[in-house]
């Protein structure tokens, strides 16, 4: 990594307040280059506080944007952090109206030339492309980095019609805590206990909503850019990695957005921005690549930006199976269009007996977090385990031939039997080396009431035999001679899929049943990019703490009972105290628990503490909050409990508990 601290611009840096047609004022932070002339801005607008908990990763950028002649702004959406307001639901109608009239103001502050681009990761990533899409004038651009064009089917509530429990669980309660912080009086002044105060009377736990709809309705169409692409009149940068969950979207978006004004980058990296060097890498100078984007698109430069080929792909080598890599081997890729011409579906039959497919409900334990976010325990293990409570369907790479390299969404077709109405199918790619470990490639799961439609719940003829076909998460990766092709298919994969309530598996005809590989074919490509860089630090510390760290992730079996727990510590961030005195510590377990024979057995918690203390302003205030998730055959039972602390007095005290009809789900 590269430190960055001379430009060609020196900046400013001030705090404003935005304000909104509705006298809202939203809390932002303005980095400028001194000029005199007007420059092109640069927005990121999102829920996670600027002032603390993005505070370390927008002293990265922001800064070092302004140092080449962009103002760049961050804005905390209403209702989070110093902004006034009430929390909404996310991507909601007034979140992207709100950062319409945000793109508006800016466009026409005297320091603007009128041209706006927008750039996020995750949150920021969704509503850059979702504000795209409502088209306002000022903005001509867009970098959206781990985002998503399918709320329902491609974001962290549902995969292939199933409930994500392991994220529409975590991700749920990760924003009753988030949504809990108060406002920072060192930026507010006296009237934060008030503002918080308000907030807390309005929230209502997001698992209320996300839950109540199990198949993609109206709620889910809202905010899918994926329902009119050509709403979208900004020039589209789309990233992703390999393993991110959103990484579809890229593929999506150079397929049906025009060619003139669409990249896509999908590099090994996690749920992270590429520069900045978290596992796994190799990481790449991202801001640099962005800025020849910016350059282009809001400077008429000629950058080369949109000469690079549509498409640029990383494709891994064979590796060992690990929990993390410092940095995966392989090499780059450039494709001129999506679907690629260097790229041809390959179908394998997998052919055999009738299988019997009924996974202990235990089966995907050795998953791997569905976010990985560069931790040591964020990706999957050796997956022979897994393999062992699935069908396995094997195809020799011949030794002496060239590797086999795929690009894309693998696709299978599988003809099953069943005797219950509900169930799902779960299908993991795995390259097998000659001492039989296993390496997770991609996967994709299938709710079987969805196989006529993701709008859908249709239940499957008892006994009946049907085929379904499905894709699999889209990937890049080379099997070398003397490997192995692994399809594995289980009916249960616990934590990330909820259980149906009466799952006992299918049957497999394997005559009937093919897995199609995208084989790409191997192309001399001389793709490189710039040394990562970034602006100075912030200078955030984190003290040593001195508890024993638990385990990332810890699976605990009780043989008698046939229980199985699961352990999480998400790892977000700890204890940090920043320069300007603030002491802000947070402390996350989740826990999954399922008896390995009854489905119903699932349940899920999430237990979270923030605090948050500037001692020199005597502040000191505590949020814990607990969430959980059980089932029977009928409900999800849902139980959400948020305590906020003013020092040692409860301000707020207040749970939640739900019933919620199992439709879909």
């Not at 809202?222 to 692409?229: A, K, L, T």
């Amino acid at each position: 990594m590269r430190i960055r601290t001379d430009f060609p611009y020196e900046t400013t840096r001030v705090d404003v307040r935005i304000p909104l047609p509705d006298g809202t004022l939203l809390y932002a932070r303005i980095w400028r280059p001194v000029t005199d002339e007007p420059v092109p801005t640069l927005l990121e607008y999102l829920p996670y506080r600027l002032t603390d908990w993005t505070a370390p990763r927008d002293w990265q950028r922001h800064p070092w944007y302004a140092g080449h002649g962009y103002a760049s702004v961050r804005v905390d959406v209403r209702g989070h952090g110093n902004s006034e307001g009430l929390p909404g639901d996310e991507y909601d109608a007034r979140e992207l109206a709100d950062g319409v009239a945000v793109v508006e103001w800016l466009a026409a502050q005297p320091w603007c030339d009128g041209k706006v681009g927008m750039f996020g990761i995750s949150w920021g990533g969704f509503n850059s492309l979702q504000i795209a899409a409502l088209a306002p004038e000022p903005l001509k651009a867009v970098v959206t980095v781990c985002s998503s064009d399918d709320r329902y089917d491609n974001d962290a509530h549902y995969m292939g019609g199933s409930v994500l429990a392991v994220d529409m669980h975590a991700w749920a309660a990760t924003m009753l805590a988030f949504t809990a912080r108060p406002p920072d009086p060192a930026y507010v002044g006296d009237q934060w206990r008030d503002m918080w105060l308000t907030r807390l009377e309005s929230m209502e736990p997001y698992i209320h909503t996300w839950l109540a709809h199990q198949t993609r309705d109206d709620y889910w169409k809202h905010g899918s850019v994926r329902e009119d692409y050509g709403a979208i009149g900004a020039a589209v940068l789309a990233v992703g990695g390999w393993h991110d969950p959103y990484r579809d979207t890229v593929l999506r978006l150079v397929e049906h957005l025009p060619a003139g004004r669409v990249r896509g980058l999908i590099g090994p990296w996690s749920h992270q921005y590429p520069d900045r060097g978290l596992p796994p890498g190799p990481a790449i100078g991202f801001l640099q690549e962005t800025l020849r984007w910016w350059d282009h698109w809001l400077k008429g430069k000629d950058s080369g930006a949109m000469e690079e080929p549509l498409l640029r792909c990383w494709i891994s080598e064979s590796h060992r199976p690990a929990t993390v890599y410092e940095e995966l081997p392989g090499r780059w890729v450039g494709d001129p269009a999506w679907p690629s011409p260097h790229v041809t579906p390959v179908p394998y039959a997998l052919g055999g007996a009738p299988v019997r497919v009924d996974s202990p409900q235990h089966t995907g334990l050795d998953a791997g977090r569905f976010f990985p976010f560069g931790n040591d325990g964020d990706l999957p293990p050796d997956q022979r385990a897994e393999d062992a409570h699935s069908a396995a369907f094997d195809f020799a790479v011949p030794d002496d031939g060239p590797p086999l390299e795929i690009l894309g969404r693998p696709e299978v077709t599988l003809r099953l039997r069943m005797d219950v109405p509900f169930g799902q199918a779960i299908a993991r790619l795995c390259d097998v080396a000659p001492d039989g470990s296993s390496t997770l490639v991609t996967r994709g799961a299938l709710n079987l009431s969805a196989r006529e439609g993701r709008d859908r719940a249709d239940a499957w003829p008892l006994g009946a035999t049907q085929d379904v076909t499905f894709l699999l998460n889209g990937i890049g990766h080379s099997f070398p001679p003397g490997h192995r092709v692994r399809l594995a298919v289980s009916s249960a994969y616990w934590p990330w899929i909820w259980p149906q309530a009466d799952s006992v598996g299918f049957t497999i005809d394997p005559e009937g049943s093919s897995l199609s590989l995208p084989v790409r074919e191997r192309t001399a490509d001389a793709i490189a990019f710039e040394e990562p860089e970034q602006s100075a630090p912030l200078g955030v510390v984190s003290p040593a703490s001195l508890d024993e760290p638990r385990p990332e992730r810890l699976v605990v079996r009780d043989v008698a009972k046939g229980e199985w727990r699961l352990e999480v510590d998400p790892r977000y961030g700890g204890t940090r105290v920043y320069p300007d005195g603030l002491e802000f510590t947070e402390d996350a377990l989740e826990t999954y628990t399922i008896d390995e024979a009854d489905p119903q057995s699932a349940r899920t918690r999430s237990d979270w503490t923030i605090r948050l203390h500037r001692p020199e302003l005597a502040w000191d205030v505590t949020i814990t909050t607990r969430s959980e998730i059980a089932c029977d055959a009928a409900d999800f039972l849902t139980s959400d409990e948020v305590v906020c602390r003013d020092g040692g007095e409860v301000v707020f005290h207040r749970t939640w508990e739900k019933r919620i009809p199992r439709t879909a789900g």
